[in-house]
């Protein structure tokens, strides 16, 4: 604090939570440390994610950019946050996402900006602003990333948790939908999650939703009094969001509700027909589930989410892999033309617990060729211009710099399962040689280091070309070798 300022309770810093002071016991050998050592800890609801844990997320993606670019879907990125305004609008002031999980951040100027809680406004107000309206239609976008919510922490559910979401803009037919929803279920197939269910529902449209909406109310008057505070509230806001309350009062009242299905204008009854036509010839499953409306005031017709099969629901996981829609009323309600639109969002966190409780785990990258370990201060020096020759000269080389141990290093190699060892120790180093370890037969040789990137080439190409007549010989031949 500036001397002389007296500390007021106006402090701008006020809301800033202090970092945890935590006494470190130190052994009585160790010299002495600071009094006090400070520890910081990620904010509440959020999480590191390691290395070993990114694989599953750098595979999952990888997957989807495959199975989306194959459908002509571009990769599109928004701000991460957006005038608070466009959430409250596009989801809806009463949506438990706007009206309690928002994160938001105060401007200098006065204005107020909101973490994005999901995907489809802030790509729908891109649209809109960039004018993508006047490329050929239909637009395919995708964004990968973090979304923010300020839930009550539990498992599997996070304040900072990732997404898939695809979006498709300037298309109506049903085919659409059908195809939204056959990339969803292929790609669960691809992750080798190949028993979901589609649960399916279509919402209606401003035309039969309003009858739709009074026919629940009139069911769920008497039983008021046996709803969820959160439910009561729903009933006046948006009485559609009571059928999907997960409070088993809730539900049991739920059961008997009337039935959108029953209640479709022709054009949306016609619309759903259409998809579930094109989901009986593609084979994909599906369970009609009235009880599916999502969250959001924006949807209208067709609504779904994707579940693991009944029998692999788990207690921990919240059940729903991802969810979506079509939401054609969207782009007037933020500005835009009348412009058709659907999309999905599939969170990341809710696959790879599924994956890691069924056992798969992402495929390991190949090992690099070559381990280039060192010892002694003028190898290290010489192994980074060696290790720049073999990058240009297209050798998968895997460095060392940071370990001194020869045995630490010779270990790490082995554990890499390279194919080669370069060992630059001292006396090589002065010589301007390289001792080449080949990791299969043990057989150790010198090199010149200038004739090594030829040396390396030719024996990987005696190694493939030993490795496709291995691949071509008769099981037989190969089994009477082994005996
Ligand atoms: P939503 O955008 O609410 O329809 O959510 C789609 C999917 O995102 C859900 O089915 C979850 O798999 C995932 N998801 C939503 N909220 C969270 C959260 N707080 N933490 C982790 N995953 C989430």
Request: with cysteine.
């Amino acid at each position: 604090m500036p001397k002389g300022k007296k500390k007021t309770s106006k402090n701008p810093h006020q809301n800033y939570r202090q970092p945890k002071l935590i006494k470190e016991s130190e052994p009585s050998a160790q010299p002495k440390p600071h009094k006090r050592q400070m520890k910081f800890q990620r904010p509440r609801g959020m999480r590191d994610i390691l290395p070993e844990d990114m694989t599953y997320y750098d595979y999952i993606y990888r997957t989807t950019e495959n199975i989306l670019r194959s459908y002509d879907f571009a990769r599109m990125e928004t701000p991460i946050v957006e005038d608070i305004g466009l959430f409250a609008r596009a989801i809806g002031e009463s949506t438990d996402i706007v009206s309690k999980e928002i994160f938001s951040l105060k401007e200098k100027g006065g204005g107020k900006l909101a973490l994005r809680p999901e995907f489809t406004a802030g790509l729908v107000r891109a649209y809109i602003e960039n004018g993508m309206s006047s490329r050929p239609q239909p637009v395919k976008l995708y964004s990968l990333g973090p979304l923010f919510r300020a839930e009550r922490p539990q498992a599997g559910r996070y304040r900072q948790f990732n997404q898939i979401d695809f979006e498709v803009f300037g298309a109506e037919k049903a085919a659409i939908d059908a195809q939204v929803i056959q990339i969803t279920w292929r790609l669960f197939e691809r992750l080798g999650i190949n028993d979901t269910v589609i649960q399916l529902n279509s919402v209606g449209c401003p035309e039969c939703r309003p009858a739709y909406r009074q026919q629940l109310l009139d069911y769920y008057r008497p039983y008021a009094n046996k709803l969820c505070a959160d439910c009561k509230k729903r009933l006046k806001a948006n009485p559609l969001r009571v059928l999907d309350c997960k409070e088993e009062k809730c539900q049991r009242v739920a059961a008997n509700a009337p039935q959108i299905f029953d209640n479709l204008c022709d054009d949306c009854h016609t619309h759903f027909k259409q998809l579930l036509e094109i989901l009986d010839e593609l084979d994909i499953p599906y369970m009609l589930n009235g009880k599916i409306v999502r969250g959001l005031d924006y949807y209208r017709r067709t609504v779904f989410e994707i579940w693991p099969a009944e029998d692999k629901k788990s207690e921990l996981a919240q059940s729903a892999f991802g969810g979506g829609g079509r939401y054609d009323g969207l782009f007037e309600l933020l500005g835009g033309q009348p412009t058709p639109g659907i999309g999905i969002g599939l969170g990341v966190e809710r696959i790879i617990l599924e994956m890691k409780e069924r056992g798969i785990e992402p495929p390991a990258r190949s090992a690099p060729t070559v381990f280039l370990a060192q010892l002694g201060e003028k190898a290290k020096k010489q192994s980074f211009r060696i290790f720049e020759n073999l990058y240009k000269a297209g050798i998968d080389t895997l460095e060392s710099v940071g370990r001194d141990s020869l045995k630490s290093q010779l270990k790490q190699a082995e554990k890499k399962g390279v194919f080669f060892t370069l060992i630059l120790g001292q006396k090589e180093s002065v010589d301007d040689t390289m001792i080449v370890r080949d990791m299969e037969t043990g057989v150790q040789e010198v090199i010149s280091q200038e004739g090594l990137i030829k040396y390396l080439k030719e024996r990987m190409e005696i190694r493939e070309k030993e490795k496709s007549k291995e691949a071509k010989k008769p099981v037989k031949e190969k089994e009477i070798e082994k005996k």
